[in-house]
């Protein structure tokens, strides 16, 4: 299928307007609907219904709505494993959650660029969900994931299994303070522990979600109290800018490699090598 039918139906969803998708992708409003057109006529359905509101999807359309991205992230797959740059001889597609880049994934890229400079690296940053189809496809060759789905075409491997910590700046402090709570969001199974921890903080003053670093600057700099990797605030507990909270719940905060089936395994062994050695490390 022609990758600018799926640049262009994508287009057209994000703005939800031919007139607006046609300006985004440079081209005339003809152009875009000749693409749509042509894509109804392969698929022999209609994507969507315009209107003077703009452009909406019909279900057909969300249907293909599920597979779209995944055309044009192995189209970029593809082109990227073909244009391997000069001077390496492969090259190695990662992803990983916000939340889990500081600092292991960043010390990872470190570690490769010392231990494997032949291999060429695409990183991104994504949700949990697209990580695992983008996995499932073959589009990533690994992700680094709080939360994996066990699914049939990829192997998981824990790499590390860490505790989440309440710290306070107070060294006083004894109980969670609502108040002076930041939350951080760390994923669905932490907040479902939280929840029957803390029945009380149940919609706290401050959320931070996918970036627990910001949490704990806001924390070090402002004062309050948080859950955070305690590996991220030993140094802050040993200065005593940070103190544990006594007698507070901890939970635990499990790390894993999700690595495709569809991927050369010498490849994969020697990020999971790096990987593992970072967390040992």
Same mark, same amino acid.
């Given at each position: 299928?022609?990758?600018?039918?799926? %640049?262009?139906?994508?287009e057209i969803v994000r703005t939800q307007s031919f007139i607006r998708a046609a300006e985004q992708l440079n081209v005339s409003q003809t152009t875009v609907s000749a693409r749509i #057109?042509?894509?109804?006529?392969?698929?022999?359905? %209609?994507?969507f219904v315009r209107n003077k509101s703009g452009a909406s999807l019909t279900p057909e359309g969300q249907q293909f709505l599920r597979y779209a991205p995944t055309f044009l992230q192995l189209w970029e797959r593809a082109r990227h494993q073909v244009a391997i740059p000069e001077g390496h001889r492969a090259s190695l597609a990662v992803g990983g959650e916000l939340i889990l880049w500081h600092p292991w994934m960043?010390? /990872?890229?470190? /570690?490769? %660029?010392?231990?494997a400079p032949e291999i060429a690296l695409r990183i991104q940053v994504d949700l949990p969900g697209s990580?695992?189809?983008?996995?499932?496809?073959?589009?990533?060759?690994l992700a680094i994931m709080y939360a994996p789905q066990y699914r049939?075409?990829? #192997?998981v491997e824990l790499l590390l299994e860490e505790k989440l910590v309440l710290v306070s700046s107070d060294p006083d402090m #004894?109980?969670?303070?609502?108040?002076?709570?930041?939350?951080?969001d760390w994923g669905p199974e932490f907040a479902k522990q939280h929840a029957m921890a803390f029945p009380e903080i149940s919609n706290p003053p401050i959320v931070v979600g996918g970036l627990g670093l910001l949490g704990l600057n806001?924390?070090?700099e402002g004062g309050g109290c948080g859950y955070f990797r305690k590996r991220m605030v030993e140094a802050h507990l040993s200065s005593g800018k940070l103190h544990l909270v006594p007698g507070a719940p901890s939970f635990f905060y499990p790390v894993y490699a999700v690595c495709s089936a569809q991927s050369d395994e010498a490849l994969l062994e020697t990020a999971l090598e790096g990987l593992r050695r970072v967390v040992q490390e």
């Open positions: 299928m022609d990758i600018e039918l799926a %640049r262009t139906f994508l #057109r042509s894509l109804e006529e392969k698929l022999g359905k %209609r994507m960043l010390e /990872w890229l470190h /570690w490769m %660029r010392q231990a990580l695992m189809e983008q996995v499932t496809a073959g589009v990533l060759d049939p075409g990829v #192997r #004894r109980d969670c303070e609502p108040e002076k709570y930041v939350y951080v806001y924390i070090v």
